[in-house]
């Protein structure tokens, strides 16, 4: 596969916030990112988050008032995904904090993946998935098998040395 960019990996996503201390508390609280540092000469309002290898920038609108309403939870919406460990442990701890949520089931050749969908204090679509169940098959060439980056770079260090 070519790489005409030389693109390495995914740096940030950008949220535009009605509340950035609304938004602060949701990626931190609920999605578990960690404030990280902005740089001073920014003339706006934000906040940098990090974890999982991402990067979440919080944007204050400059039109809180007449940004988009949000609407009901849509899985055919603009969102960001998130692998996780446990589709049942995700669950419990969204009751748990009353944030509502849909359920999808995705099958593939006997292969099940687990959605559930939710909205950002702003309306941005969250899923959080075992997506990593489904191997990734380009239309041409080799099946790959996604994985989380400690897998991935162990799988790395095992092929070289059978090389």
Known sequence: M?????????????????????????YQNILGFFPIRRPGSFNFDGAWLFNYGI????????????????????????HISFQCESMTTVEKRLKEMEIEYIKSRV???????????????????????????LPVIPLSGETLRPCSTLRCSMQRKKNQQLV
Do not use: A
């Open 2 to 26: 070519e790489n005409p960019l030389h693109l390495k990996s995914l740096n940030h996503i950008s949220v535009v916030c009605r509340s950035v201390e609304k938004s602060l508390d949701f």
């Open 55 to 78: 990067g979440i920038h919080l944007l204050q609108s400059e039109d809180p008032e007449n940004m988009p309403k949000i609407r009901i939870i849509n899985p055919k919406d603009n």
């Open 107 to 133: 099958e593939e050749g006997g292969i099940y993946v687990d959605q559930l969908f939710f909205h950002d204090p702003d309306g941005m679509m969250i899923e959080i998935c075992n997506c990593d169940n």
